[in-house]
């Protein structure tokens, strides 16, 4: 007979759903994974593992479903799982001020000991995203160890082999108890046959000393998609795993890893980094293809492995750079955040909650879909952040004044606000002088969270009739300067020829002021049209003015600075978005028609369009004073990839406002626009 030595057996099992999914999608989760795996441990008393829920499930559940509480409840009572925590709403804490960290942990903490009964002594951390003063913000919100990726170990040195116990890891005088999950493992169980999960098992039994092996997974494994509901109740891959650490459990224990953390353990300084199948995409687009291509030719090498380990993408951060949407977002929660930190401290706790809400890591990155490219995760965000905004002006409104510059981005340029009762927006002069944020105040909605159509990486040939890239960002008010037979597929597809410097181009700020009318801001572009090699020096000014009524008026003047006649079609661009192209609710009323926002069309004579979305309550009227003119409009996709399969994302849709002109030498042409929230 074989002698086998005791492995332990930390199985940790991570349920999260997005702050802003919907309902239903809360509800198919609850059914489909997270009630069928805990009645499937629940059957087997010996099995003991760690569980960790978000915060903002927890909340969910125990509103919607207090069967699952109840059960925790139990499992915890009868000493079968251990809970983790974490930050409430799974932020990362690279994206936070240190203050908004603390208060993310604390928060779960709190929340777990005051209705599930456990003070956990454990984090859970967003991707495996790990940076060195994490150490700090964890001990100082009571946790003593956090789980992380094997491959994190692996970047410190460490040997595969060597990853079989807890390690002490400090920052300053704080320090933490860090174990490495296996990723491999963590993969194939409970999908691989216990004949084939058996024999490595055995091998590591053999090895000296304490042997740890650390699994931690995603909950929506455990049947919320149909191909692994079907491997994991249907062939019964759950239950043989099960039935396999009951028959063996006289040398497979499972055991909790706060089981683990008293007495010594070496000490490891592990490096920056996060999930390894992820970090690809923590580059610039080309520099992703570029990782990409040199990973697989490194694997083609016998001794691979002494490179790979070392092999590593870029910072987390790097999301903020490679796309501006997440790091507008993101700057603007940080700015209400730090807001919020003026108030009194009676004031603030409420309003933390609300821009807490918005700090969930989802909508701060992008891989192969959702995260930020789900219209309704950006949507979600940007409400609280809004959410939050107005709680503070009802308190204390001399924090947000009717017009505004601040540099809320550290970009080192100013944006402007502009604010009424029901309308807030920002003007970013570094962006062709375009509006980046458009709000309907009463129900806390950014009609203008767009996003661009980014050039992605896939890991199949992408269908060339469903890929098209944007070379600038999608916001209200950008100046295109195109040829007169530019047609509306040209602007779809974005193959059109763009003459001008304006689009994503400084424009100057000449004046902010306070005049009659309203609120005023006035912005100028000395810039250019481009043909051959030749410049031809045209002005661009832009006066936006927010009336006390709540209107938004833009004057256009564009001026002929050069000593030619030009002929050219002048395009205003505006992009918008109310989340849903097939939604009876959500539509455009244009000459008499009512059109979606997923049509793509022209429209001849328009003077005055409507966009309206029922579900928040708003009215976007439009106006042209120099109408009638031609438009276009066409939706926005990108796209994802999942399972080898690939779909479209709806991000906004755009309308081209066509205005074609003949101007002399010194003559100037001028374009009127009106717009407001007509609801009463």
């Keep these: 007979m074989v002698y086998l030595k005791q492995i332990n057996i930390l199985w940790i099992v991570h349920f999260h759903q997005p702050n802003g999914v919907f309902p239903e999608t809360y509800k198919k989760f609850t059914q489909k994974a997270t009630l069928p795996f805990l009645y499937s441990i629940n059957n087997h008393p010996k099995v003991k593992l760690s569980l960790h829920f978000s915060g903002n499930y927890l909340v969910y559940l125990q509103n919607e479903n207090k069967e699952v509480i109840d059960l925790l409840r139990k499992m915890v009572e009868d000493g079968q799982i251990e809970l983790l925590g974490g930050g409430f709403y799974e932020p990362i804490f690279c994206f936070l001020s240190r203050e908004d960290s603390l208060l993310q942990l604390q928060k779960l903490h709190q929340f777990i000991a005051d209705h599930l009964g456990f003070s956990p002594k454990g984090a859970w951390l967003a991707e495996s995203v790990w940076e060195p003063y994490f150490v700090e913000l964890l001990a100082q919100s009571g946790y003593q160890y956090t789980i992380l990726e094997d491959s994190l170990f692996e970047n410190a040195g460490l040997l595969p082999a060597e990853i079989k116990h807890p390690f ?80 063996n459990s006289s040398w497979i224990q499972t055991r909790f890893p706060s089981e683990f953390i008293d007495g010594y353990w070496p000490v490891i300084s592990l490096p920056s980094g996060g999930r390894k199948e992820l970090q690809p995409f923590c580059l610039p687009h080309r520099a992703t293809l570029e990782f990409v291509s040199a990973q697989n030719d490194l694997k083609l090498r016998f001794d691979a492995d002494r490179f790979l380990k070392f092999f590593k993408g ?69 409400s609280h952040i809004l959410n939050a905004e107005k709680m503070i002006r009802e308190r204390a409104p001399q924090l947000f004044s009717p017009i505004e510059n601040e540099d809320f981005d550290a970009d080192k340029f100013p944006e402007i606000f502009l604010r009424s009762s029901r309308c807030s927006v920002c003007i970013k002069p570094l962006l062709g002088g375009s509006i980046t944020e458009f709000n309907f105040l009463p129900t806390s909605y950014n009609l203008s969270n767009t996003l661009r159509r980014h050039p992605c990486f896939f890991p199949e040939p992408i269908p060339p009739d469903m890929y098209a890239e944007d070379w600038h960002q999608r916001t209200v008010f950008l100046d295109h ?33 306070e005049t009659a009318k309203g609120y005023t801001v006035l912005l100028e572009r000395k810039g250019g049209l481009y043909f051959t090699t030749n410049k031809f020096n045209f002005t661009i000014s832009k006066e936006y003015t927010l009336t006390p009524s709540d209107e938004l008026h833009l004057l256009y003047t564009i001026t002929n600075e050069d000593n030619i006649p030009i002929e050219l079609l002048f395009c205003c661009e505006i992009n918008y978005s109310i989340l849903s192209i097939d939604s009876p609710d959500r539509y455009i009323l244009i000459n008499g028609k009512k059109m979606t926002p997923g049509m793509a069309f022209e429209e001849e004579k328009v003077r005055e369009w409507t966009i309206v979305d029922e579900t928040r309550k708003v009215k976007w009227q439009w106006y042209l004073a120099d109408g009638p003119l031609h438009l276009f409009h066409f939706p926005l996709y990108t796209l994802n990839y999942e399972r080898g399969l690939f779909g479209k994302d709806y991000q906004g849709s755009t309308f081209e406002i066509l205005k074609p002109f003949h101007l002399y030498p010194r003559e100037k042409m001028e374009l009127k626009i009106f717009s407001k929230f007509a609801n009463s």
């Design 481 to 513: 300067f195109v040829p007169l037979s530019t047609s509306l597929y040209d602007f779809v597809s974005g193959s059109f020829l763009e003459y001008g410097d304006f689009v994503n181009q400084p424009y100057e700020i000449i004046n902010t002021a």
């Design 314 to 382: 870029g910072n987390w951060l790097t999301f903020l750079s490679k796309y501006p949407e997440a790091n507008y977002i993101h700057k603007r929660m940080l700015q209400v955040s730090e807001k919020i930190r003026s108030l009194p401290r009676e004031l603030q706790e409420d309003i933390y909650d609300s821009i807490l809400a918005s700090q969930g890591h989802t909508v701060y990155w992008h891989a192969y879909k959702d995260g930020l490219f789900g219209n309704y995760i950006r949507d979600n965000a940007f």
């Design 168 to 247: 002490l890891t400090q920052f300053n005088r704080h320090s933490i108890y860090v174990f490495g999950y296996h990723s491999l493992f963590s993969k194939e169980i409970p999908f691989k046959e216990i004949k084939d999960i058996h024999p490595s098992f055995v091998q590591i039994s053999h090895r000296e000393g304490m042997q740890i092996v650390c699994i931690a997974q995603s909950g929506e494994l455990y049947g919320f998609w149909p191909d692994t509901r079907e491997q994991v109740y249907q062939k019964h891959r759950l239950e043989d795993w099960l039935h396999y650490l009951d028959e």
